[in-house]
């Protein structure tokens, strides 16, 4: 089973910039739908980015315009950039995997990371 670790997280301030990389310990070619998704304290883990093998992506209405997701297949990585981040961003951030339904589900994701933390303060 393929493994995922993020790396990226920090610390930043409000309408400052992260981007989150995620490395694979297979080939993701072959992986139908990566995403990110993020939990904050005391929340349930929410969508937040998904794109597929044909690189159709698409992003949760509460980050678009400022969240971009994307994946190198010739590095196995998936990226998301964050711009002019905001406190509500903060949380723990997961990478995710399946060859099932893309979907912001997270039951639908049978493959995660440990998860990267990003903290946004005013």
């Known amino acids: 089973q393929v493994q995922l670790v993020e790396s990226g997280g920090g610390s930043v301030q409000a309408g400052g910039s992260l981007r989150l990389s995620c490395a694979a310990s297979e080939r993701i070619s072959s992986i139908y739908c990566m995403g990110w998704f993020r939990q904050a304290p005391g929340k349930e883990r929410e969508g937040v980015a998904l794109i597929r093998s044909d690189f159709i992506a698409s992003i949760a209405d509460s980050v678009k315009g400022r969240f971009t997701i994307s994946r190198d297949n010739a590095k196995n990585t998936l990226y998301l950039q964050m711009n002019s981040l905001q406190p509500d961003d903060t949380a723990m951030y997961y990478c995710?995997?399946?060859?099932?339904?893309?979907?912001?589900?997270?039951?639908?994701?049978?493959?995660w990371g440990q998860g990267t933390q990003v903290t946004v303060s005013i």
């Open positions: 995710a995997a399946t060859s099932g339904y893309c979907a912001f589900s997270v039951s639908d994701f049978s493959v």
